[in-house]
T-cell receptor
Framework: DTGVSQNPRHKITKRGQNVTFRCDPISEHNRLYWYRQTLGQGPEFLTYFQNEAQLEKSRLLSDRFSAERPKGSFSTLEIQRTEQGDSAMYLC??????????FGSGTRLTVV | EDKVVQSPLSLVVHEGDTVTLNCSYEVTNFRSLLWYKQEKKAPTFLFMLTSSGIEKKSGRLSSILDKKELSSILNITATQTGDSAIYLCAVEDDMRFGAGTRLTVKP
């Protein structure tokens, strides 16, 4: 499979717990993006990496959100002390910077 | 504040109709505008527009950018039920999406 892979597909967690999502981009793509999407809204940008460098993180929703991309390959998005308002679809996308983004199928987070 | 605005937010048409979806933007950094189709899960790429006035076309879908008006349109001719989806536009450099237009095509 040469697409963008996200795991897990679904995550149900209790309020206050930490969660971590993983994204494996298309191998030749050096750019990786995280978005959050809630019902009826377009994807909301969270953060962006070029190789291993996190070039934009000012739009992360709060300091409970953090992301890493060690070695410039896969990336993880962590949400600490989850809240019910964090329930959403978390989308990862990758690109070469030339022809738009390719999205993964997303991780649906439900905080109960 | 930077923003991307799509209109209409939703649209219901019958098979065979032609539709025009609108996207306007106000962003500090603009290099290209992207259109996506989202059915159930991940948005899938349709077009990337960088130059004003040059139409991109793929089958029954076409799109054009107007940098003077800071806007783009997506046209779908002879709509089919399979065109039912949410259509999203985004400004690539700002990594900002609009809220999308939900298109429903009835048989």
């Amino acid at each position: 499979d040469t697409g963008v892979s996200q795991n897990p597909r679904h995550k149900i967690t209790k309020r206050g717990q930490n969660v971590t999502f993983r994204c494996d981009p298309i191998s030749e793509h050096n750019r990786l993006y995280w978005y959050r999407q809630t019902l009826g809204q377009g994807p909301e940008f969270l953060t962006y990496f070029q190789n291993e460098a996190q070039l934009e993180k000012s739009r992360l929703l709060s300091d409970r959100f953090s992301a890493e991309r060690p070695k410039g390959s896969f990336s993880t998005l962590e949400i600490q002390r989850t809240e019910q308002g964090d329930s959403a679809m978390y989308l990862c996308a990758s690109s070469t910077g030339r022809v738009g983004y390719t999205f993964g199928s997303g991780t649906r987070l439900t905080v109960v | 504040e930077d923003k991307v605005v799509q209109s209409p937010l939703s649209l219901v048409v019958h098979e065979g109709d032609t539709v025009t979806l609108n996207c306007s933007y106000e962003v500090t950094n603009f290099r290209s505008l992207l259109w996506y189709k989202q059915e159930k899960k991940a948005p899938t790429f349709l077009f990337m527009l960088t130059s004003s006035g040059i139409e991109k076309k793929s089958g029954r879908l076409s799109s054009i950018l107007d940098k003077k008006e800071l806007s783009s349109i997506l046209n779908i001719t002879a709509t089919q039920t399979g065109d039912s989806a949410i259509y999203l536009c985004a400004v690539e450099d700002d990594m900002r999406f609009g809220a999308g237009t939900r298109l429903t095509v009835k048989p």
